[in-house]
C-alpha cells in the first residue's frame, strides 16, 4: 500500500523558516518524480515544485523560486521541503504527491488531479505575526 506522510508543519512568522518531510512507503521511491502542491484556504490546489528521482533536476513555481528548496534522500525514502522567508501568501495545507508517471521529467502540470496519483494527508502551514 502506497502511503506518503508529511510532517514539519505549524505556525511560524513572516520570514521565517520551516522544512517540510514526507515519508514515503509501498512503493519504490527512487524510480519516481515528486512534488510538494499547496492548497491555501478557500482556493483550489497549486503546484510548488518537483524533483526528479535522482534529485539531480529540481523546477519551482515562480511564487516560490528562491525561497523553497526541494530536495530527496533516496536511502531513507524521504521527501523534502524547505521553505525560507516565509510570506503570508505561503499559508496552505502542502501536500506531497507522487506522479503518476513514473520518473517522465519535467512532469506535466496540466491537471495535478490526473497527473499525480498518491497524495499524502498534508501538513497545514501558516504564516502569521
Known amino acids: 500500500e502506497v502511503q506518503l506522510v508529511e510532517s514539519g508543519g505549524g505556525l511560524v512568522q513572516p520570514g521565517g523558516s520551516l522544512r517540510l518531510s514526507c515519508a514515503a512507503s509501498?512503493?519504490?521511491?527512487?524510480?519516481?518524480?515528486m512534488s510538494w502542491v499547496r492548497q491555501a484556504p478557500g482556493k483550489g490546489l497549486e503546484w510548488v515544485s518537483a524533483?526528479?528521482?535522482?534529485?539531480?533536476?529540481?523546477v519551482y513555481a515562480d511564487s516560490v523560486k528562491g525561497r523553497f528548496t526541494i530536495s530527496r534522500d533516496n536511502a531513507k525514502n524521504t521527501l523534502y521541503l524547505q521553505m525560507t522567508d516565509l510570506k503570508p501568501e505561503d499559508t496552505a495545507v502542502y501536500y506531497c504527491?507522487?506522479?503518476?508517471?513514473?520518473?517522465?521529467?519535467?512532469?506535466?502540470?496540466?491537471?495535478?488531479?490526473?497527473?499525480?496519483?498518491?497524495w499524502g494527508q498534508g501538513t497545514q502551514v501558516t504564516v502569521s505575526s
Open positions: 504527491a507522487k506522479y503518476r508517471y513514473g520518473s517522465g521529467w519535467p512532469p506535466r502540470r496540466s491537471d495535478l488531479g490526473e497527473d499525480y496519483d498518491y
Open positions: 524533483i526528479n528521482r535522482s534529485g539531480g533536476s529540481t
Open positions: 509501498g512503493f519504490t521511491f527512487s524510480s519516481y518524480t
